[in-house]
């Protein structure tokens, strides 16, 4: 709901088929979920890459990133985690407008957040990716060493450990990163894309 009854939209003459046609493939979002430590920015990092070398338009969405600038003014409480995803869908859907594939890295813990978003976009342009790896290998990978300052008692509400994360129950796919390797991870999703005619229009 908006705050002010006094709007009203505007519409554009060149719309998103146009601008998929001239970029000549389809956008959508690639909403990857999972622990802190699970390997969301890895894996988006290096399928951006791939997806760059093929000509694909891509923007990446980082946690870590828009918490330094867009939404630098939330914190993790669940209301704040909320607000960070409802925003970043809402991003997500200017991207796809803008003809471009999206690629998010979020904890994104809660399934209502995620579902909003699902329903804020048609359902072929959120594609909603699992990066699952038990808490215990996140802890012991911990990248930045959060994990030891969470067990620590120095952040409070951390993921996995005084947070709830709640796993997808079906989502469009599954990368499990205790199996798959960062190389194997991306043309996973590649692979996805290509099957469901995404880099072509
Ligand atoms: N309390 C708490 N819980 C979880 N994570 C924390 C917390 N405090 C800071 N961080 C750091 O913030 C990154 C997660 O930000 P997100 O915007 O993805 O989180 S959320 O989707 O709103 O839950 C997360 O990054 P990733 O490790 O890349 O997931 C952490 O580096
Ligand atoms: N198969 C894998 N996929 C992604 N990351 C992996 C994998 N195996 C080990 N890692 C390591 O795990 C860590 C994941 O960290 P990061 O990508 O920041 O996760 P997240 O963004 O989910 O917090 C990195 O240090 C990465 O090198």
């Known amino acids: 709901m908006s705050k002010s009854k006094h709007i009203s939209w505007h519409g554009s003459l060149v719309t998103k ?9 389809k956008s959508a979002v690639l909403w990857f979920t999972g622990l802190s430590g699970s390997g969301k920015s ?12 093929l000509g694909i338009h ?11 600038g867009l939404n630098k003014n939330l914190g ?3 209301e704040g985690r909320s607000e960070n995803i409802r925003r970043i869908g809402e991003v997500s859907k200017l991207f796809i407008d803008a003809g471009v594939l999206a690629l998010t890295a979020f904890i994104s813990p809660y399934r209502d957040d995620r579902n909003l978003v699902r329903a804020l976009l ?3 342009e959120f594609i909603e990716i699992y990066v699952k790896c038990r808490l215990e ?19 409070a509400g951390f993921t996995g450990i005084d947070a709830p994360y709640e796993a997808p129950i079906s989502p ?3 990368i499990d990163t205790e199996k798959l390797s960062v190389e194997e991870a991306a043309q996973r999703v590649i692979h996805y894309l290509l099957e469901k005619e995404y880099l072509t229009v």
């Open 122 to 124: 048609p359902s072929n």
């Open 58 to 68: 891509t923007y990446r969405l980082d946690g870590d990133n828009i918490r330094h």
């Open 137 to 155: 290998v996140c802890e012991e990978r911990d990248p930045k060493g959060l994990y030891k300052k969470a067990r620590a008692g120095e952040i």
């Open 76 to 78: 993790f409480t669940a």
């Open 17 to 25: 088929e146009m601008r998929q046609k001239r970029n000549k493939h």
């Open 42 to 53: 890895t894996i988006t990092v290096e399928l951006e890459r791939k997806l760059y070398q």
């Open 172 to 174: 469009e796919l599954t």
